[in-house]
């Protein structure tokens, strides 16, 4: 059963700072998805990454995945307060659409 | 380009009573998947439709069915509600299971509530 998980799972910041989200999953996976949610609302896709090694930036988020190591990163730079939100990474396992998403990171960002 | 509309939004239901919700995916989107979001258990995977089939299925009971029609739009129904039922119902478009482009597309949800 591929298991799919986040650290932290909450993560209080100030602005400006750098951090970074860790998503590891169990089994080998060429496929995985960075989603945002903002409370209330529905998911907005941020990345998907289809091979390893590779790497996607928009703005000052930043996401790489290492299949070899199951490993997939979302770094935040010099954050701002409208990136709080709760990240979810996700891994496609098998065919199909089936995703197996992490328990989410909540990003609180402090002015 | 509209996205995914699922309808209704917001509904009340209470225990042992059913309900229908519907999921209109993207224009050209011809797979369609299902996903419970609760507070407890997070975001888990219901079923998966493509071509009116469905091709995979979550670890849920069989109160939780869904259905594909020709025009890709889907429904999914919840009988014998439970309270635990109560979740936002996520449906998510994609081209087709295992497309190269690989990006989902999730809709507003449907948020249940179970009394």
């Known amino acids: 059963e591929l298991k799919v998980e986040q650290n932290p799972l909450f993560l209080s910041m100030q602005e400006g700072k750098n951090y970074t989200i860790y998503c590891n999953y169990s089994t080998t996976s060429d496929r995985l998805y960075w989603y945002r949610q903002d409370p209330g609302k529905s998911l907005e896709s941020l990345f998907v990454l289809l091979s390893n090694g590779a790497v996607k930036q928009e703005g000052r988020l930043m996401a790489s995945l290492d299949t070899k190591a199951r490993l997939s990163t979302l770094h935040i730079t010099a954050a701002v307060h409208d990136l709080s939100a709760t990240y979810f990474c996700a891994v496609e396992g098998g065919w199909g659409s089936r995703l197996t998403f992490g328990e989410g990171t909540q990003l609180t960002v402090n002015p | 380009k509209a996205g995914v509309t699922q309808t209704p939004r917001y509904l009340i239901k209470t225990r042992g009573q059913q309900v229908t919700l519907s999921c209109s995916p993207i224009?050209?989107?011809?797979?369609v998947s299902w996903y419970q979001q609760t507070p407890g258990q997070g975001l888990q995977f219901l079923f998966e439709?493509?071509?009116?089939?469905?091709?995979n299925k979550g670890n849920f009971p069989g109160r939780f069915s869904g259905r594909q029609f020709s025009n890709s739009r889907s429904e999914m129904n919840v009988s014998t509600l439970e309270l635990g039922d109560s979740a936002l119902y996520l449906c998510a478009s994609s081209l087709e299971p295992g497309a190269n482009t690989g990006e989902l597309f999730f809709g507003e949800g449907s948020r249940l509530t179970v009394l």
């Open positions: 439709y493509f071509s009116e089939t469905q091709r």
């Open positions: 224009s050209g989107h011809r797979s």
